[in-house]
């Protein structure tokens, strides 16, 4: 693929608008002598900042607790220039938190858990709760005044639906990227709005069963280190799977974050290829994956599911991903990443107050 210019500013800023998982992550080395490093996270949360990080304007919907964790979150994405018009802080919400601990086993081969209780009082930490529906329609004309050429969710749920619907509306693009069923109806009706649906081989593979019965466009199945398959549907014949191959990490850190900068370079490239104007070609999305898969590829490098975003600026991506794409060791930084203390004191629900909240009762 030749390089096309990949990260140069348009204007005017596109527009993506998502709703899902908007987390603060707690990323903890087990084998450094560093304090817990904290940045906004989830699916959601990584996929809109990214692009804010690329040129994009991102417009996140969440309603998050009045908490410090919520605080910390809203002042990483802002400093990312994240809009967070649609982010609420409610006593009725939740902001929720996920702790990744890295590290690597005897042999020298990295790894990563995700947890979900907090490492200090072993509480459960607080957990996602989608966006009322009620909340929507009260933002419905601060909404309708965007035209974003994306609408981006990863959680199927009442109110995610109907954005897809008004969205789709005024011929913007859909990119669903679930991580669970839930509801199946919902779920099923998800599937049929979508353009793009996005998935994990690991944790959503049998979902095939679902999308085998919805007319989507773009369907792109990742497969980890093996790469990732696609099947378009473009009225030209009886879709078919197809496969891309992935790029080697040169120096493996961490993989959490890979599949999210995969969907944000889809995202990047397809909306500055014009896809709401034409019909998408193989030839197209192999230029996309592969973009997009290098993209991934690079931020395994780095700590953390944006550790990119901390330490190389944007100047520095179109080099580092030509040479991912070359086969060439890209120039590794890990200059710029802050820490943090006194964390779980901090983000900790229970640690913070010394009681159970409703959702650890």
């Known amino acids: 693929m030749i390089k096309k210019n990949w990260f140069q500013p348009v204007q005017p800023k596109p527009v993506c608008l998502g709703t899902g998982l908007v987390a603060l992550d707690i990323v903890i ?36 607790g009045v908490d410090p964790a919520a605080g910390e979150l809203i002042a990483d994405i802002e400093k990312w220039k994240v809009k967070t018009t649609f982010v609420c802080k409610s006593r009725f919400g939740s902001t929720p938190i996920i702790v990744h601990k890295i ?15 907090c490492p200090q009082c072993g509480s459960w930490l607080p957990r996602y709760r989608p966006v009322p529906l009620k ?32 969205t789709k509306e005024t011929g913007t693009l859909v990119f669903f990227e ?30 095939q069963e679902l999308t085998g019965k919805a007319a989507i466009q773009l369907e ?18 009886t879709p078919r799977w197809k496969d891309v191959k992935a790029y080697p990490v040169i120096q493996f850190k961490d993989s959490a974050g890979s599949g999210d900068w995969c969907s944000a370079g889809i995202i990047h490239l397809l ?47 179109d080099r580092l991903v030509s040479h ?10 890990h200059e710029g990443l802050h820490q943090e203390k006194k964390v779980f004191e901090l983000m900790c629900p229970r640690c913070r107050t010394g009681s159970r909240t409703d959702e650890q009762l």
Not at 35 to 62: D, H
Not at 103 to 117: L, M, S
Request: hydrophobic share 35%; proline share 4%.
């Open 324 to 333: 991912v794409m070359q086969g060439r060791s890209p120039e590794i930084s």
């Open 271 to 317: 909306s500055r290829s014009g896809v709401k104007a034409k019909v998408l070609t193989e030839k197209e999305v192999e230029d996309v994956l592969a973009f997009a898969q290098a993209l991934a590829a690079l931020n395994c490098s780095y700590e953390g599911a944006r550790g990119l975003m901390y330490s190389v600026p944007k100047r520095r991506l």
């Open 135 to 166: 909340d929507i329609e009260r933002k419905s004309k601060g909404l309708d005044d965007l035209s974003p050429q994306v609408f981006y969710f990863d959680r199927s749920s009442p109110a995610a639906l109907e954005l897809a619907k008004r």
């Open 103 to 117: 590290g690597a086993d005897y042999k020298g081969v990295p790894w990563h858990r995700f947890e979900w209780t």
């Open 29 to 64: 080395n087990s084998d450094a002598d560093s304090n817990p490093r904290m940045w906004a996270g989830g699916s959601c949360g990584n996929v809109l900042t990214i692009l804010a990080f690329l040129g994009w304007e991102s417009y996140p919907i969440a309603r998050l």
């Open 178 to 207: 679930p991580s669970g069923v839930g509801s199946r109806k919902v779920f099923s009706k998800c599937l049929e709005i979508a353009d793009i649906v996005k998935y994990s081989h690991e944790r959503m593979g049998h979902v």
């Open 220 to 237: 792109i199945e990742t497969l980890g280190s093996e790469g990732a398959r696609y099947k378009l549907s473009n009225g030209r014949g």
